[in-house]
C-alpha cells in the first residue's frame, strides 16, 4: 500500500509564495508518474501539475502556467509544488496523487489515472 502526506498548505496573501511537499511510502517512489490536482469548494477537483517518474518531463494547467514549478527527489521520496505570484482564485484544498507505472503527461492529467491520493493541504490566498 502507497502512503502519500502533503504539508505546507497555509494562508498567504496575493502574490506570496508557497511550497507544498508531498511525501511517498510503500513502494518503489520511481515506479510512479505524480500529480498535484486541487478542489475549491462547490467545484470539482481540477489538475494543476504533473511530473514523470524521473522529472524529466512536466505539465501544468493553464491556469498555473509560470507560476507554480512541479518537481521532485526520488532519493527522498518526496515530490513538491511550488507556488508563486498566488491568487486568490488559487484557494483551494490540494491533493497530491501517484499514477504506477503512468509516464506519460497527457496520462498524468485525468484524476482516473492516479491510483493513490494523499488527504489534502488547504491553501488559502487572501486578496
Known amino acids: 500500500q502507497v502512503q502519500l502526506v502533503e504539508s505546507g498548505g497555509g494562508l498567504v496573501q496575493a502574490g506570496g509564495s508557497l511550497r507544498l511537499s508531498c511525501g511517498v511510502s510503500g513502494r518503489t517512489f520511481s515506479d510512479y508518474g505524480m500529480g498535484w490536482f486541487r478542489q475549491a469548494p462547490g467545484k470539482e477537483r481540477e489538475f494543476v501539475a504533473a511530473i514523470s517518474w524521473n522529472g524529466g518531463r512536466k505539465g501544468y494547467a493553464d491556469s498555473v502556467k509560470d507560476r507554480f514549478t512541479i518537481s521532485r527527489d526520488n532519493a527522498k521520496n518526496t515530490v513538491y509544488l511550488q507556488m508563486n505570484s498566488l491568487k486568490p482564485e488559487d484557494t483551494a484544498v490540494y491533493y497530491c496523487?501517484?499514477?504506477?507505472?503512468?509516464?506519460?503527461?497527457?496520462?498524468?492529467?485525468?484524476?482516473?489515472?492516479?491510483?493513490?491520493w494523499g488527504q489534502g493541504t488547504q491553501v488559502t490566498v487572501s486578496s
Open positions: 496523487a501517484a499514477a504506477y507505472h503512468v509516464y506519460t503527461i497527457p496520462n498524468l492529467i485525468g484524476p482516473n489515472e492516479y491510483d493513490y
